[in-house]
């Protein structure tokens, strides 16, 4: 599972990589910091439950769309 989840998380940084998205840019550290460190998590309500690499992708579409991105940031300036 370990090598499963490190496979996942290694494609997810090289595509960000490709696609010239800067990884130390705050805004992106958080959601990347947040998508490693719930891989482990579970949320559940009456019966059904989300964990482990369906969370993680959840979280982090969420995170990526409530988070200001550059066009924001840009707008502001």
Excluded: C, H, W
Excluded at 5 to 31: C, H, K, S, Y
């Amino acid at each position: 599972m370990t090598l499963l989840f490190g496979t996942i998380a290694t494609i997810g940084m090289n595509t960000l990589i490709r696609e010239g998205t800067d990884p130390a840019q705050p805004r992106n550290l958080v959601i990347v910091s947040l998508i490693f460190g719930i891989g482990d998590m579970a949320l559940g309500y009456s019966g059904f439950v989300v964990k482990g690499i369906g969370l993680s992708a959840i979280v982090g579409v969420l995170l990526n769309l409530l988070l200001p991105g550059r066009e924001m940031v840009n707008s502001q300036q």
